[in-house]
């Protein structure tokens, strides 16, 4: 069963998200067979030729935004990476540019390939809230920006008992 064994706030600068973009049309179930794709043809690898972002916690990222008043309708789910603000994007992919701002993190513990650390958005909300990051930033459409952040080695090095932990995390608004 997973857990949430960790909550706290990050402080993230102006970053560009470059990546590829999917929607509920190209849902499988979930997004796992878009992540098999991405490592089948080497596009984590060819951004990462880019550089990637100094002073961030990095990984691979799943990145969701949507408004939630029209989830059907405005829901995009991104697979890449974070870059510096002035980083160029290659042909082949888009890119989100991200203001400086807080986040707030979870750390999501228990075994990926049973995928309980998947779809625990609501239960890291609640506890974004219980711990005073109850406001999520939305952007000029009302969208909020959730990620999952596959950090190295939290999530590609399981413990004893086969477990990982998956970043879960929001953007929150300035107060």
């Not at 506890?127 to 959730?146: L, T």
């Amino acid at each position: 069963m997973a857990e949430i064994i960790k909550v706290y706030k990050e402080h993230l600068p102006s970053l560009r998200f470059i990546g590829k973009c999917y929607t509920n049309a190209d849902r499988v179930g979930g997004f796992g067979h878009k992540w098999a794709e991405w490592f089948q043809n080497g596009w984590f690898e060819e951004l990462g030729n880019l550089g990637g972002a100094p002073d961030i916690e990095n990984g691979y990222l799943g990145l969701m935004r949507c408004d939630s008043s029209n989830f059907e309708n405005t829901f995009e789910y991104w697979i890449g990476l974070f870059f510096s603000s002035d980083t160029s994007v290659p042909s082949g992919y888009d890119y989100i540019d991200l203001d400086d701002g807080p986040i707030g993190v979870c750390w999501i513990k228990g075994k990926e390939d049973e995928g309980g650390i998947y779809g625990m958005h609501e239960q890291c909300a609640v506890r974004f809230q219980e711990n005073g990051m109850g406001n999520f930033k939305n952007d000029h459409e009302n969208r909020a920006y959730f990620f999952e952040r596959y950090n190295c080695p939290r999530f590609t090095e399981k413990d004893e008992q086969g477990n990982v932990i998956l970043d879960y995390c929001v953007y929150l608004a300035d107060l």
